[in-house]
């Protein structure tokens, strides 16, 4: 049995590198999804038309479904100036 227990510790610095990997990979799936949309939300403020606006909701989702922190998004479009006056 203690020879089992050895065995673990010794293998187990080998795994954790890659345990903490797989935990951060939530970040760098939810990041890009919300950057694009953020685009398509500005596109729309600035003027380029409701087409613009459609994919933005659905990356939204996506992102939302990778990581819950990119709730935050709605928050940040309406606190910034200008946010929409479309034209």
């Known amino acids: 049995m203690r020879l089992a227990r050895r065995g673990v510790f010794t293998v187990h610095p080998l795994l954790v590198e890659s345990v903490a990997w797989i935990a951060e990979l ?46 935050m998004l709605p928050a940040i479009f309406l606190a910034m100036p200008g946010a929409g006056a479309a034209g």
Do not use: H, Q
Request: glycine share 10%; with cysteine; net charge neutral.
């Open 26 to 71: 939530k970040n760098t799936l939810s990041l890009p999804p919300l950057l694009f949309a953020m685009l398509a939300l500005l596109d729309y403020d600035e003027g380029a038309g409701a087409c613009r606006l459609l994919p933005g909701p659905g990356w939204f989702v996506i992102s939302m479904l990778a990581k819950t922190s990119g709730m």
